[in-house]
C-alpha cells in the first residue's frame, strides 16, 4: 500500500493508502474525492486535471503527448498539472502530495 495526500479544493489534506498500479484517479474515485473523470480514464478529456506537488514532479514519467495535448484543455493549467488518469502510483511514489485545482471543465456540471 501507498500512501497519496489529496489537497481538496477547500485546502483540507486529506491522506488514504491504495495498492500499487492504481491511478490519481482511481485512487480518488474509491475514496470519493471531487474529482471527476469524465472519459473513464482513456485520455479523451481533461476534467481529472490535478496539480503535482513540485516535489514530486520530477519523480513522476514524463507525459506523453497525448496526455499534453488534453491537459491544453484544462482549467487552471500549471507547470506541475497531469492527468490523474495517467499517474499511476508505484512505491517511489509513496507519501505524493495532488493537489485537485480550486475549479475544473466538469462535463457533468460546471463548477
Not at 514519467?61 to 487552471?76: H, V
Not at 493549467?77 to 485537485?100: K, N, Y
Amino acid at each position: 500500500m501507498v500512501k497519496v495526500t489529496f489537497i481538496e479544493r477547500n485546502g483540507s489534506q486529506r491522506v488514504v493508502e491504495a495498492p500499487e498500479g492504481l491511478s490519481v484517479l482511481e485512487i480518488a474515485h474509491r475514496h470519493k474525492l471531487d474529482i471527476e473523470g469524465a472519459c473513464e480514464g482513456s485520455l479523451a478529456c481533461a476534467t481529472c486535471h490535478v496539480v503535482i506537488d513540485p516535489d514530486w514532479f520530477p519523480k513522476l514519467k514524463p507525459a506523453s503527448e497525448d496526455e499534453e495535448d488534453m491537459l491544453d484543455l484544462a482549467f487552471g493549467l500549471t507547470a506541475t498539472s497531469r492527468l490523474g488518469c495517467q499517474v499511476i502510483v508505484t512505491r517511489e511514489l509513496d507519501g505524493i502530495v495532488v493537489r485537485l485545482p480550486p475549479s475544473t471543465r466538469n462535463m457533468a456540471v460546471d463548477k
